[in-house]
């Protein structure tokens, strides 16, 4: 039976990935990517900002245990071949092939984040190419996570009777289950300290920063070998109540502690207080929508299906609109008032150009890895 609080936390949690990169994309923290904010921090401190230091510790690793978890239940039902086969079309194409057809679009805008073309003396071809490489964005996830599913293909080759992930189940089920399932959160602050502390300029160790595929990886097993099983789940539900007490005041002393600070950082990301904010809130979510939100309907149903079409295509949005009324429209709109209508174009476009792409035969395929219209 469809395990529909998973589906329900996923898409609940992409909508907050758009929201986080409206918010993001004004900043001025220091966060890389986004265009500035409206003033320095001495004269602006951006409350709104808080809404980063809130999210950014725990929304992608939570996105990770879930395909930890679905990683589990597909190899189930089909084979690792047919399996893997699936995910290199979902995941490897639209994040290499689609580079080339749509966001590539990104990409443009990622090199005109000055608001000038930083790109005016290169001719064009050559120009098309890198707004393709700049275009990745939020597309590492995906690229993670074809990565780790060709990992988990040779973890199950070898154990090919799945006694780990039973002994996990055991460990985590038993009567210390909750307390030790808290205690991962060891695991998660030993995944942040892989981390590059002291990245170098005009290296790779920034990109290595942005995927984390170490830490990423240790949430995504923590998923198929633990939180995979029903029990655990149970257990979670049992406790969402009081962990989202202790993630609600854990976050709290981090964001009033911390305000401020690019939370962004390999050292902030590492430090202790993050990781267990952002450990205990990953609990508290999948025990929470375990517990209250099983169940399916319309809109839910049609979140389920399009949520990861809402992924691909929503940072163009973000850099297209943000960007222009940035550049051209900051004298005369508030800042309040740019939030706003980035919020609402974010909401909008971004479900009519799923809905439009994913209607084109080759497109669907190169943007979302979908063989048809579903």
Not at 107 to 118: E, P, R, W
Not at 257 to 280: D, E, I, K, V
Request: with cysteine.
């Amino acid at each position: 039976m469809r395990k529909h609080w998973i589906d329900n936390l996923r898409w609940t949690t992409v909508l907050l990935v758009l929201l986080y990169h409206v918010v993001y994309f004004y900043n001025n923290k220091g966060v890389f990517g986004g265009v500035g904010g409206f003033g320095d921090f001495a004269t602006n401190p951006q409350y709104q900002d808080v809404l980063m230091y809130i999210l950014y510790p725990w929304f992608m690793p939570l996105l990770f245990l879930l395909a930890g978890i679905s990683s589990r239940y597909s190899l189930e039902k089909t084979s690792a071949g047919q399996w893997f086969k699936s995910r290199t079309r979902k995941l490897l194409v639209p994040s290499t092939i689609g580079l080339l057809v749509f966001q590539w679009m990104v990409g443009y805008f990622n090199t005109h984040v000055s608001g000038v073309d930083m790109l005016a003396q290169v001719q064009q071809p050559v120009k098309y190419l890198i707004w393709s490489v700049n275009g990745i964005g939020p597309l590492w996830f995906i690229q993670d996570l074809w990565l780790f599913s060709l990992i988990l293909l040779i973890i199950t080759a070898i154990d090919k009777n799945g006694r780990f992930h039973s002994w996990c189940g055991k460990i985590a089920s038993g009567k210390l289950g909750m307390a030790l399932i808290v205690l991962l959160v060891f695991l998660f602050w030993l995944g942040e300290k892989t981390l590059i502390m002291n990245p170098r300029a005009e290296s790779a160790d920034g990109l290595y920063n942005l995927y984390k595929p170490v830490f990423y990886f240790i949430v995504f097993m923590m998923g198929y070998l633990v939180f995979s099983h029903d029990k655990v789940q149970e257990t979670l539900g049992s406790f969402w109540a009081p962990m989202m007490l202790f993630a609600a005041v854990t976050g709290a002393v981090l964001v009033i502690t911390t305000f401020g600070q690019n939370n962004t950082l390999p050292r902030y990301m590492a430090s202790p207080l993050n990781c267990l904010y952002g450990w205990l809130m990953c609990l508290a979510m999948m025990g929470w929508f375990k517990a209250k939100f099983d169940y399916t309907g319309k809109f839910a149903g049609y979140m389920t299906k399009s949520s990861f079409g809402l992924y691909v295509v929503h940072y163009l949005v973000i850099a297209g609109v943000g960007s222009y009324m940035y550049f051209n429209m900051r004298e005369q709109l508030p800042p309040y008032v740019m939030y706003i209508i980035l919020t609402v174009a974010v909401l909008t476009i971004s479900p009519l150009l799923y809905e439009g792409l994913h209607r084109i035969p080759f497109v669907r395929w190169c943007v979302f890895g979908e063989k048809k219209n579903k």
